[in-house]
């Protein structure tokens, strides 16, 4: 994933999340941030697969 691919991604789960809590206004930085954990986690956890599918150790 490049970078336009990560904001994009960030782009989308921030705004699922805001969607989530009802649309509140001013929370657009800690929704943000909380998409940013959450794709570092999701890219993280795919490198992973991928070292153990190819058998590297971690």
Not at 20 to 25: K, L, V, Y
Request: aromatic content about 4%; charged content about 40%.
């Amino acid at each position: 994933m490049d970078e336009q691919q990560r904001t994009a991604r960030i782009r989308e789960l921030a705004r699922e999340i805001w969607q989530a809590e009802g649309r509140p206004d001013g929370e657009s930085l800690r929704h943000w941030a909380m998409a940013e954990r959450l794709v570092d986690a999701e890219l993280q956890a795919e490198r992973e697969n991928v070292e153990h599918a190819a058998g590297t150790p971690r």
